[in-house]
């Protein structure tokens, strides 16, 4: 399985712009979908967004979407999460996965093997 280490987590003001940044290691990158998940403080960690193999498709939960961006360099084995117009309630940790499914069978965080260690993200109002 890929390992993967996320970074570029910190505090922010509401409105405010940050980017998220997964390195991987291993082999076959391009082999595998990836997904962002996040995991507010007493609650259950959700779907954030994914991408393809390639990074050509993309999907994201409707609380971000328009706000959230998700891309790929598998020439630099890394994924990103640019995040924009950040709201308090964005505040959570956030996590990288990858799977070996197909991105149009990645349903939820079981159809993801690979994980990184999450970064915090903290917005202010």
């Known amino acids: 399985q890929v390992q993967l280490v996320e970074s570029g987590g910190g505090l922010v003001q509401a409105g405010g712009p940050l980017r998220l940044s997964c390195a991987a290691s291993?082999?076959?990158?391009?082999?595998?979908?990836m997904g962002w998940f996040r995991q507010a403080s007493g609650k259950e960690c959700g779907f954030v967004a994914r991408t393809s193999r390639g990074g050509g498709s993309t999907s994201y939960a409707d609380s971000v979407k328009g706000r959230f961006t998700i891309s790929r360099d598998n020439a630099k084995n890394m994924v990103y999460l640019q995040m924009n117009t950040l709201k308090p309630e964005d505040t959570a940790v956030y996590y990288c996965?990858?799977?070996?499914?197909?991105?149009?069978?990645?349903?939820?965080?079981?159809?993801?093997?690979?994980w990184g260690q999450g970064t915090q993200v903290t917005v202010s109002s």
């Open positions: 291993g082999r076959a990158f391009s082999g595998y979908a």
């Open positions: 996965a990858a799977s070996l499914l197909p991105v149009s069978q990645v349903l939820g965080m079981a159809d993801f093997g690979s």
